[in-house]
């Protein structure tokens, strides 16, 4: 299995700065297959990010994505209070699709 | 607007068969993979497996032959069983609609929890 790590596991921030999350994968994995996704607490996943760098319908463009091969960025601009929750990435090019153990972003 | 809803049981008991149906709106199902996904509480997320547009299926072999899943010819609706249940299976259950690229759209989630 494709073993994807996530860091760093919490981030703690205030309103208006930049956050980047890393998310490096065990082998090398296609960038078309590289998902970041944003959960709230109690939400379903929502789809931030697909095929490494394509923002999803509605997403700001404070949101943005990057990386090849093994390593995977997801960067947020101008960080905002109801950017707080979870960040997950995802890939879905190797059978069976694995997610990071995900990054929790806190706004002080 | 693409809509999924999750229903089934809340609660299932030990060596007991989990059994979930996804229902799908305003949506085709060509194109696109429907995916059972995962949640056990305070953890992450795990992909259980899909049901392809095209009627094959593919599923995580760490759930070791224990998953099925399967659409009605409507295309409304995908089903998820789990059999042989422990406590371990207990997590909330998402349904999604994928592509190779990402999930864009998710049920809201139902709760299923092991327990005699």
């Known amino acids: 299995d494709i073993v994807l790590t996530q860091s760093p596991d919490t981030l703690s921030l205030s309103p208006g700065e930049g956050a980047t999350l890393s998310c490096r994968a065990s082998?090398?994995?296609?960038?078309?297959?590289l998902a970041w996704y944003q959960q709230r607490p109690g939400q379903a996943p929502r789809l931030l990010i697909s095929?490494?760098?394509s923002r999803a319908t509605g997403i700001p463009d404070r949101f943005s994505g990057g990386g090849s091969g093994t390593d995977f960025t997801l960067t947020i601009d101008r960080l905002a209070p109801e950017d707080s929750a979870i960040y997950y990435c995802?890939?879905?090019?190797?059978?069976?699709?694995?997610f990071g153990q995900g990054t929790t972003v806190e706004i002080k | 607007q693409v809509q999924l809803q999750e229903s089934g049981s809340g609660l299932v008991k030990p060596s007991e068969t989990l059994s979930l149906t996804c229902s799908v709106s305003?949506?085709?199902?060509?194109?696109?993979?429907w995916n059972w996904i995962r949640q056990p509480p305070g953890k992450g997320l795990e992909w259980i497996g899909y049901?392809?547009?095209?009627?094959?299926?593919n599923y995580n072999p760490s759930l070791r032959g224990r998953v099925s899943i399967s659409g009605d010819t409507s295309h409304t609706r995908f089903s998820l069983t789990l059999s042989s249940v422990t406590a371990a299976d207990t997590a909330v259950y998402y349904c999604?609609?994928?592509?190779?690229?990402?999930?864009?759209?998710w049920g809201q989630g139902t709760l299923v929890t092991v327990s005699s």
């Open positions: 095929g490494a760098s």
């Open positions: 999604a609609r994928s592509t190779f690229s990402g999930a864009d759209v």
């Open positions: 305003s949506a085709s199902f060509s194109n696109y993979f």
């Open positions: 049901l392809s547009y095209s009627g094959s299926t």
């Open positions: 995802h890939q879905l090019g190797h059978s069976p699709q694995t």
């Open positions: 082998r090398r994995i296609t960038s078309r297959s």
